[in-house]
């Protein structure tokens, strides 16, 4: 469930600038076009309250970086990236977040591509931080393309400073379609035209995301948007079910950092005492460190290698003999069940992925055939989780080329 880790762009971190004098280019933004200025209202969902420029690239830059990244992906353009900040609602009150806006350098985008990040503890590696990994990847991929890219950090990262709604789907409903609205009156203001036809995709965290977002687009049609098509990577989709027992048997290093986040965001948006979840010393812990201005080496520095260790009896019960429990149930409500998409929707996993147990990709397809779903499970290869990613994302990229040919902005 951890955010894009792409090795290889983390030891590019030393070589970029050397880079960049080599090719003569720069990744500031001194060349973007200036939006206005803007006044956000509170009480306007999707109403812009800054947008600020925060990088530009170079179609060769941009390939190159995606190169070594081992992403070898066509790049058509450059692109120039912002953070748009906008409001929105989470547990019924106005909240301001964030979101990266990737705008490729030239003629009209051939769809908008809402991507969805994986996990992350620090608000600075948000997504809408430009200079992270995976804004890079994701904005080189699409936006490279062509595609208007949008990536919402969601509550919790980028501006807001509240708990994370990790796994939460009403506020990442609201904060994404609030950041669609926001993104169409940017690109206007911008002098761009709106492509409605809507390409989701996400990565672990962001695969649960893409489908609850598919889902929610085909349940609510809107003349502003349509669904083409969605994909999800090693995306933990079948929570109760899957996703937390396979977690709590701590096949990941990151297992306790995933659990007790998801712990934390369930306590605060259910109105729940963290220690009816987690045993002291550890609610204490996670609710003193998981508030966004920690790195992930101090957090994991003090979770147990053990994430049994952290959980109170009563929800070990609930997991192994199926004892009533109000966590349980909330994360069955926040699973994707019952799903018929409509539009076509693929689950991409790993063979040797850790993180998410490729039983969840296959389990959501096996559930939605019977009902007539446009979906299928697509197998990577003998991969981790970053290395499902790396795999993946290509080859979405590959297929959106596809389905975009045949669709035409209005």
Same mark, same amino acid.
């Given at each position: 469930?951890?955010?894009?880790?792409?090795?290889?762009?983390?030891?590019?971190?030393?070589?970029?600038?050397?880079?960049?004098?080599?090719?003569?280019? #720069?990744?500031?933004?001194?060349?973007?076009?200036?939006?206005?200025?803007?006044?956000?209202?509170?009480?306007?969902?999707?109403?812009?309250?800054?947008?600020?420029?925060?990088?530009?690239?170079?179609?060769?830059? =941009?390939?190159?970086?995606?190169?070594?990244?081992?992403?070898?992906?066509?790049?058509?353009?450059?692109?120039?990236?912002?953070?748009?900040?906008?409001?929105?609602?989470?547990?019924?009150?106005?909240?301001?977040?964030?979101?990266?806006?990737?705008?490729?350098?030239?003629?009209?985008?051939?769809?908008?591509?809402?991507?969805?990040?994986?996990?992350?503890?620090?608000?600075?590696? $948000? !997504?809408?931080?430009?200079?992270?990994?995976? *804004?890079?990847? *994701?904005?080189?991929?699409?936006?490279?393309?062509?595609?208007? /890219?949008?990536?919402?950090?969601?509550?919790?990262?980028?501006?807001?400073?509240?708990?994370?709604?990790?796994?939460?789907?009403?506020?990442?409903?609201?904060?994404?379609?609030?950041? /669609?609205?926001?993104?169409?009156?940017?690109?206007?203001?911008?002098?761009?035209?709106?492509?409605?036809?809507?390409?989701?995709?996400?990565? $672990?965290?962001?695969?649960?995301?893409?489908?609850?977002?598919?889902?929610?687009?085909?349940?609510?049609? #809107?003349?502003?948007?349509?669904? %083409?098509?969605?994909?999800?990577? *090693?995306?933990?989709?079948?929570?109760?079910?899957?996703?937390?027992?396979?977690?709590?048997?701590?096949?990941?290093?990151?297992?306790?950092?995933?659990?007790?986040?998801?712990?934390?965001?369930?306590?605060?948006?259910?109105?729940?005492?963290?220690?009816?979840?987690?045993?002291?010393?550890?609610?204490?812990?996670?609710?003193?460190?998981?508030?966004?201005?920690?790195?992930?080496?101090?957090?994991?520095?003090?979770?147990?290698?053990?994430? %049994?260790? =952290?959980?109170?009896?009563? !929800?070990?019960?609930?997991?192994?003999?199926? *004892?009533?429990?109000?966590?349980?149930?909330?994360?069955?409500?926040?699973?994707?069940?019952?799903?018929?998409?409509?539009?076509?929707?693929?689950?991409?996993?790993?063979?040797?992925?850790?993180?998410? #147990?490729?039983?969840?990709?296959?389990?959501?397809?096996?559930?939605?055939?019977?009902?007539?779903?446009?979906?299928?499970? !697509?197998?990577?290869?003998?991969?981790?989780?970053?290395?499902?990613?790396? %795999?993946?994302?290509?080859?979405?990229?590959?297929?959106?080329?596809?389905?975009?040919?045949?669709?035409?902005?209005?």
């Amino acid at each position: 469930m951890r955010d894009l880790n792409f090795e290889v762009l983390r030891a590019l971190r030393r070589t970029v600038g050397l880079l960049a004098v080599a090719l003569g280019l #720069s990744a500031c933004a001194s060349g973007q076009a200036a939006p206005p200025v803007y006044h956000g209202d509170p009480g306007v969902r999707g109403s812009v309250a800054a947008v600020e420029p925060v990088g530009a690239y170079s179609a060769l830059r =941009m390939w190159v970086l995606l190169l070594q990244a081992k992403a070898s992906v066509p790049v058509a353009n450059g692109i120039d990236l912002y953070r748009v900040s906008y409001w929105s609602i989470t547990d019924g009150k106005p909240v301001l977040v964030s979101g990266l806006m990737s705008v490729p350098g030239r003629g009209a985008p051939r769809g908008t591509v809402l991507w969805m990040h994986g996990t992350q503890d620090n608000r600075g590696d $948000s !997504i809408s931080n430009a200079r992270s990994e995976e *804004a890079v990847a *994701a904005s080189g991929v699409f936006a490279g393309g062509g595609y208007l /890219l949008l990536a919402p950090d969601l509550f919790g990262l980028g501006v807001s400073k509240g708990r994370q709604a990790y796994y939460f789907n009403p506020s990442t409903i609201d904060v994404t379609l609030d950041f /669609l609205r926001a993104a169409k009156t940017v690109t206007r203001d911008l002098g761009r035209p709106w492509n409605p036809n809507i390409y989701v995709a996400g990565f $672990s965290q962001g695969g649960h995301s893409a489908a609850v977002l598919q889902q929610e687009l085909e349940r609510r049609p #809107s003349p502003e948007w349509r669904i %083409r098509a969605g994909a999800g990577i *090693a995306g933990a989709y079948k929570l109760a079910d899957i996703s937390i027992p396979f977690a709590l048997n701590g096949h990941s290093p990151q297992d306790s950092d995933y659990l007790a986040t998801a712990a934390l965001s369930y306590a605060t948006y259910y109105h729940r005492p963290l220690d009816e979840v987690l045993v002291q010393p550890y609610a204490g812990i996670v609710a003193r460190l998981f508030d966004g201005d920690h790195t992930l080496e101090e957090i994991s520095k003090a979770m147990p290698s053990n994430p %049994r260790a =952290m959980f109170a009896p009563a !929800i070990l019960a609930a997991f192994d003999v199926n *004892a009533p429990s109000w966590f349980v149930d909330a994360l069955r409500q926040n699973e994707i069940g019952g799903w018929a998409p409509r539009s076509p929707f693929r689950a991409y996993y790993g063979e040797k992925d850790v993180d998410v #147990s490729p039983a969840d990709a296959r389990t959501l397809v096996a559930e939605s055939k019977p009902l007539g779903g446009n979906i299928e499970a !697509i197998s990577v290869g003998p991969y981790d989780h970053s290395g499902t990613a790396l %795999r993946a994302a290509p080859l979405i990229r590959q297929w959106f080329d596809e389905l975009s040919g045949r669709a035409s902005p209005r």
